[in-house]
């Protein structure tokens, strides 16, 4: 019997996707649920398992094809014998091939490589052998290949060599470290995550009328708590005691108290919504991602840092689903995970407003007339003035900041 893979049902507004990777070739014996090809949207990677077991006996559709729902990408045969193909299909193996090749040198035991990871090493003459894959499985990506290469870029390479580089190089192809002078380039394609970034990002800059509101919160009563409690916490609920859900928690109190900040707009009119779906901006190795945890003003401190851990370490997997980034009525960005001191966030439509976390460093700040040192945290609160007015959006950045330098408030609900 014949078995078509077939897309998945993509989420809707969501038309198409991007044919990531094989991870059999034409003529493997696959097995039910094994994962036969990832799909890249704007948001997830998506798992295509095979439907029972058999032989993949035909590859429709190349890596790096664009796709949409229901698309034929391959065909097997649960009664065929291992090796055996239907004339014309085309073998695209994920892992590497059964003996070396002499483009890249690669033996049979090399790690498996994404398509363009792979174009990349024979392109540049990389063995990837000596590449270390940082992908899902221990894949060796596009980027470990470039850390590769860069590792290694120290060694001078003449004009006339470097030259021969680039015009050897397929059109293309990236190029990588191509030392002309000391002007060297890099060209990388965006993914389908990126591209859908910096669609919604210019789309939120050119139709919200964004301006942003500082302050500045005393981190120490939120410390002390912490330091008091974490490895209890972490003994009693398995997780650890971070800060985002404190600041979840605090963004929900503002919430409540200005609704029009948890607002969005719909045509001429604005919804008000009655729940709190608050987004935590998370990095994640195809780039950034804001999964949702919903209902965060039903939820305990323990809940959310559970939420957020598991977001994050599905993130660094590629295994967030799509209706876990999918809504949202407020979102957190904190960039003080990498350092950064103050920012203005940009807002992720259609939410009307967004908090941005920064480092908590000590500073000198006066209290009662005497300078004393506190670890200080700046807090900046872009929002959306064609619905927000400037009385509501720092109103609701004071109840944020009063609520953090008084957390007793988040667990009294005052």
Not at 34 to 52: F, M, R, Y
Not at 221 to 243: A, C, M, N, S
Not at 348 to 365: C, E, F, M, W, Y
Request: hydrophobic share 45%.
């Amino acid at each position: 019997m014949l078995i078509e893979i077939k897309v998945p049902q993509l989420a809707e507004g969501t038309p198409e996707g991007t044919l990531a990777a094989w991870h059999a070739k034409a003529g493997d014996a696959v097995k039910r649920d094994q994962n036969l090809c990832d799909i890249e949207t704007d948001k997830v990677v998506l798992e295509t398992p095979a439907q029972g077991d058999g032989v993949l006996v035909e590859i429709k559709v190349q890596s790096g094809a664009t796709v949409t729902s229901g698309v034929v990408l391959g065909v097997i045969d649960t009664e065929a014998k291992t090796g055996a193909a239907t004339v014309g299909a085309t073998p695209v193996a994920h892992a590497p091939p059964a003996a070396p090749t002499s483009a890249t040198g690669v033996a049979p035991t090399a790690p498996a490589a994404l398509p363009a990871a792979r174009k990349m090493m024979a392109d540049q003459g990389v063995d990837a052998a000596a590449v270390q894959g940082t992908g899902r499985g221990d894949r060796i990506t596009k980027g470990d290949v470039i850390a590769s290469i860069e590792a290694k870029s120290a060694a001078p390479v003449g004009a006339a060599q470097a030259a021969k580089a680039v015009a050897s190089a397929p059109i293309s192809a990236p190029l990588v470290n191509v030392p002309l002078g000391n002007r060297p380039e890099q060209r990388v394609a965006m993914t389908r995550l990126r591209m859908r970034v910096a669609e919604r990002l210019v789309q939120s800059q050119s139709t919200a009328a964004i301006l942003t509101t500082f302050n500045e919160v005393n981190m120490k009563p939120i410390i002390d708590l912490r330091t008091t409690y974490k490895d209890k916490f972490e003994k009693v609920h398995g997780v650890k005691l971070g800060f985002m859900s404190f600041f979840v928690k605090a963004a929900v109190h503002a919430l409540k108290m200005y609704p029009v900040v948890n607002a969005s707009i719909d045509g001429t009119d604005i919804v008000y919504h009655g729940y709190y779906d608050i987004g935590i901006a998370v990095g994640s190795p195809r780039g950034l991602v804001v999964p949702i945890i919903r209902d965060c003003d039903q939820m305990s401190i323990a809940d959310i840092e559970k939420q957020i851990a598991d977001f994050g370490k599905r993130a660094g997997e590629g295994k967030l689903g799509i209706e876990e980034l999918t809504g949202g009525t407020f979102t957190i960005s904190n960039g003080g995970t990498f350092g950064s001191m103050l920012s203005t966030p940009i807002i992720n439509p259609p939410q009307s407003a967004i908090l941005g976390v920064h480092a908590t460093k000590d500073r000198a700040v006066v209290e009662g007339g005497q300078i004393v040192i506190r670890p200080m945290n700046y807090l900046a609160m872009s929002y959306d003035h064609r619905i927000i007015d400037g009385r509501e959006a720092v109103l609701a950045l004071v109840a944020m900041k009063e609520a953090l330098e008084d957390p007793a408030r988040l667990l009294l609900d005052l």
